[in-house]
């Protein structure tokens, strides 16, 4: 049995996808998928099943590249600046898949997550590298207020988690009226990409600096 190290599962995603997109490009996979044989109905186990048997490829390469992920988040830091470090590399890979994105959409194909193709898996390599940098970014904050305010260690065991989960009903709650401020305060449906971004990372700083220092000043809300 071949034993490939997790250390390569990134780059086997990656091969896994564009093999997989050269399929759909260049021999008509992609039709197929889409609109099937000629004959019209669906005949067979395969035909039928189409496009869950052929997106797996596509699922496939996407769960590689998010235990490569998973490498790099849970490697040992010893410091705030060592997470700020990973902050930047998170973002420039956030960046450079957003370019890519851009670049398979105008010259490859649109984003289908029908066929998991390599547009969408590109695509959830943005949106999901740029959510957990968000969430480091948030964290880092945190972390750094609490130096200036508490006069602690900039580096903690008391995770962003750890505050959610200790007020879990209330932070739910605090979540919706804050949703509620944004909804009566704008227009969403007519915001811009880059303001609702901003909007969305303010939402988040303030959830988690309110739901953060009532974990730490050990406040809790029960309703029952």
Request: with cysteine.
């Amino acid at each position: 049995m071949l034993v490939i190290s997790v250390q390569y599962t990134g780059l086997i995603g990656v091969g896994f996808i564009s093999i997989y997109q050269y399929m759909l490009s260049g021999y008509g996979l992609s039709k197929y998928i889409l609109y099937g044989n000629k004959e019209g109905p669906r005949h067979g186990f395969i035909d039928a099943n189409r496009e869950g048997l052929f997106s797996c490829i596509g699922y496939l390469a996407i769960y590689l590249m998010a235990v490569q992920l998973g490498i790099f988040l849970f490697r040992k830091r010893e410091s705030i600046l060592h997470w700020i470090i990973a902050l930047v590399q998170l973002t420039t890979i956030a960046l450079l898949a957003r370019l890519v994105l851009y670049v398979c959409e105008r010259h490859i194909e649109p984003v289908s997550r029908r066929m998991a193709n390599l547009s969408y898996v590109v695509w959830m390599v943005f949106y999901n590298v740029l959510s957990i940098a968000t969430f480091l970014l948030v964290q880092i904050v945190l972390q750094l207020l609490e130096g200036l305010v508490f006069k602690k260690d900039l580096i903690s065991e008391d995770s962003l988690l750890s505050a959610y989960n200790y007020n879990g009903l209330l932070c739910f709650l605090l979540s919706n009226v804050l949703t509620g401020i944004v909804n009566f305060s704008i227009q969403t449906i007519h915001s811009k990409k880059e303001i609702s971004f901003l909007i969305l990372l303010l939402y988040l700083l303030i959830l988690s600096l309110l739901c953060y220092i009532m974990f730490k000043r050990k406040i809790k809300v029960k309703f029952w």
